[in-house]
């Protein structure tokens, strides 16, 4: 029963306002109704499906899309050379973020329980990633000797030395703001996928 109407209702209210979001939630419920159609539970007249009579209603929107400030891939030898030069268990966890290609709350996070470091993966589970699927990585060479020299010391693979909690996400932008003031740790990850797509 549902139409046109019941999703330009829905998508009305953030379509201009939170576009990324409203888009997002368009996409899901194109989905939902595409597997219902599939399913025989209602005819295949989709009308959340992009490039469909819903675009008539909804406004166009000029979206530009703020990216992280990333190093260049070129400069990120540089960038591993000063962290290995860097003794503090937080420089240790940006070189380990940029080496995983990681979020800083999956490095943060990982416990050594997570790691097989003879098999060189680490598995994050659905609960610790936005993946809500289980998350396998697989670990260079350079993180397992990484990890190795930090075995030992608690549950948590990067711990506060002086609390023995989990680093706070400050504390790995004050390293990273240390060598390269104006770019953010997220954005190693678009470095990799750059690097990843032009080499």
Partial sequence: QIGGHEVHKVLSRTWQKQFPTAKKVRGRIAR????????GFRPD????????PLDQLLPPVRHREKHHPSVP??????????????ESISAKAVLFTVLTGVRSSETRGAVWSEF?????????PPERNKTADEYRIPLADQTVALLKGLQGKGKLVFASPTSGKQLSDTALTKVLKSIRPDETLHGF???????????
């Avoid at 097989?116 to 994050?124: A, G, N, Q, R």
């Avoid at 990850?189 to 080499?199: G, K, V």
């Fill in 189 to 199: 990850r678009a470095t990799l996928s750059t690097w990843a797509r032009e080499q």
């Fill in 32 to 39: 939902i109704l595409d597997y219902a159609a599939a399913h």
């Fill in 45 to 52: 007249d989709n009308p959340a499906r992009p490039n469909g």
């Fill in 73 to 86: 891939y070129q400069e990120l030898p540089d960038v591993v050379a000063k962290l290995k030069g860097m």
């Fill in 116 to 124: 097989d470091l003879d098999e060189k993966t680490w598995v994050i």
